[in-house]
């Protein structure tokens, strides 16, 4: 019989099964992590999804270390002698 006025413990340990479903989320442990899980973490507002995009940058082909600036006025005498490649 128990005693109303005094607090018992029922069980030996316990488990919080939501931290370690975001820790599970957080790690990117797939294999332990449902659709279920991710749709009860969201609406409970615990989780939310967003894309990321990544880019890759190489040096391509015509890759130049110095910027060259184009000529934006050409002459007529300029096209005659070509004179507009050298500037």
Not at 6 to 14: D, I, P, R
Not at 33 to 57: P, S
Not at 62 to 84: D, F, H, Q, V
């Amino acid at each position: 019989m128990l005693n109303k006025d005094f607090v018992y413990q029922l069980k030996e340990s316990l488990t919080d099964v939501t931290k370690d479903e975001l820790i599970w989320v957080n790690t990117g442990k797939k294999e332990n992590i449902t659709a279920d899980i991710i749709k009860e973490l969201k609406r409970r507002k615990l989780v939310e999804e967003k894309q990321k995009t990544f880019y890759e940058i190489r040096k391509g082909k015509s890759y130049k270390n110095k910027r060259e600036t184009i000529k934006t006025e050409l002459t007529s005498a300029m096209l005659a002698n070509g004179g507009w490649k050298n500037e």
